[in-house]
């Protein structure tokens, strides 16, 4: 009985760290195997503990360079989607005009319609502006892809501000720029955040938008696709498991961030 009361106490508790022990076990499974020595194309089963590709992370021909052209891209598409993300939200929040509710529901519908049907769209647009496919194309696509993204992270939290702290600021004679710059922005920032590193996310990880606009251009996800079908190189399981180590990093640093403003004497 008493086990059975310690259960039903802790039933949460030990479903959280199941789900989340069952959410890392992929990352596990890539991090271990980055270590692994394979004998054959394939780095599917465990041979032996070998240091060779974190030595050389970059010995696989052209891996290197669709990793960096996909940070570019990635880069460029969060500026993009957040710059362009955040006027939306504020808009679309503090001002009414004509269509506001429209608006709103089409800011939803690349959220809520299947990548294929997007990537198909975009394609079709692209190809009847004769535009060519490659770079700037794939760019594009991804801005259009992580704009709602933005917009929903954005839009909750300029929803919950308190518009009076901006009349205050306005009350003590601050400009418009001014309120904007030191009242606004900082409260915005948490939102504006988060929907940047959701875009950055999205937008790194994304093949199928990618695959029908890219043309010849090959990125890191259409890279470890295209290795798949010939080989698995264990180079691929090192910049998995840097780019997870990376994403941890930036959440721990996040969290100590707050901690230590929130200890601040107010």
């Known amino acids: 009985m008493a086990f059975v009361r310690w259960l039903r106490r802790n039933l949460v508790v030990i479903a959280g760290l199941g789900t989340l022990a069952y959410l890392l076990l992929p990352n596990i499974v890539v991090t271990v195997f980055s270590f692994n020595k394979p004998k054959g194309r394939f780095n599917y089963s465990w041979q032996e503990f070998s240091l060779d590709a974190w030595k050389d992370p970059c010995g696989v021909a052209d891996m290197c360079g669709s990793l960096s052209l996909s940070l570019q891209i990635a880069a460029w598409a969060t500026i993009g989607a957040t710059v362009l993300g955040t006027m939306i939200a504020f808009a679309l929040v503090r001002y009414r005009f004509r269509a506001r509710g429209a608006v709103n529901s089409l800011i939803f519908l690349p959220m809520a319609m299947p990548e294929v049907v997007m990537a198909a769209s975009l394609l079709t647009l692209f190809l009847n502006m004769g535009a060519q496919l490659g770079f700037w194309t794939v760019l594009i696509a991804h801005i259009m892809f992580c704009l709602s993204f933005v917009v929903t992270a954005v839009k909750a939290r300029v929803m919950s501000m308190d518009p009076r702290l901006e009349q205050a600021a306005q009350d003590l004679y601050a400009g418009p720029v001014q309120t904007f710059l030191r009242v606004t922005l900082p409260i915005a920032a948490p939102g504006i955040a988060a929907g940047a590193l959701l ?51 930036l959440v721990l640093a996040g969290m100590l961030i707050g901690k230590r403003r929130n200890k601040q004497p107010k």
Do not use: E, H, K, Y
């Open 199 to 249: 875009a950055f996310a999205l937008s790194f990880d994304d093949f199928i938008i990618t695959n029908f606009n890219a043309g010849s251009t090959v990125t890191f996800p259409m890279f470890v696709w295209g290795s798949a079908q010939r080989g698995t190189p264990v180079q691929i399981n090192v910049i998995g498991t840097a780019m997870f180590l990376v994403a941890v990093l």
